[in-house]
């Protein structure tokens, strides 16, 4: 079993920046590829960015790339995703997942049903 805590998120104006942080418990975090995705009123949950569990390896969608980085630090067991030059499309819940890296060669998936995992949820809301 993992544990997904997240933090972060909030209101900020259109081209600010928020940080978002995802703390795991229970099993070894550095196992785990850790993904992040959001949901907007009324849409399905959308990948964000996945990050391998070396962290070796990054993936980001078409409308957050360049503009948002996934990080992780395994010694506090914790991913970040750090947004810039938020959008008010970008205001959705976001929410973090841990994919165990250990049954898969796919080390960022996209697919949210890879993903065992989940954190409760953190809205950030963009204004314009």
């Known amino acids: 079993q993992v544990q997904l805590v997240q933090s972060g998120g909030g209101l900020v104006q259109t081209g600010g920046s928020l940080r978002l942080s995802c703390a795991a418990s229970?099993?070894?975090?550095?196992?785990?590829?850790m993904g992040w995705f959001r949901q907007a009123p009324g849409w399905g949950r959308e990948f964000v960015a996945a990050i391998s569990w070396n962290g070796d390896s990054t993936d980001y969608s078409d409308s957050v790339k360049g503009r948002f980085t996934i990080s992780r630090d395994n010694g506090k067991s914790t991913v970040y995703l750090q947004m810039n030059s938020l959008k008010p499309a970008d205001t959705a819940v976001y929410y973090c997942a841990a994919d165990w890296a250990g049954d898969t060669t796919e080390t960022t998936p996209r697919n949210e049903m890879q993903y065992d995992y989940w954190g409760q949820g953190t809205q950030v809301t963009v204004s314009s």
């Open positions: 229970g099993r070894t975090f550095s196992m785990y590829n």
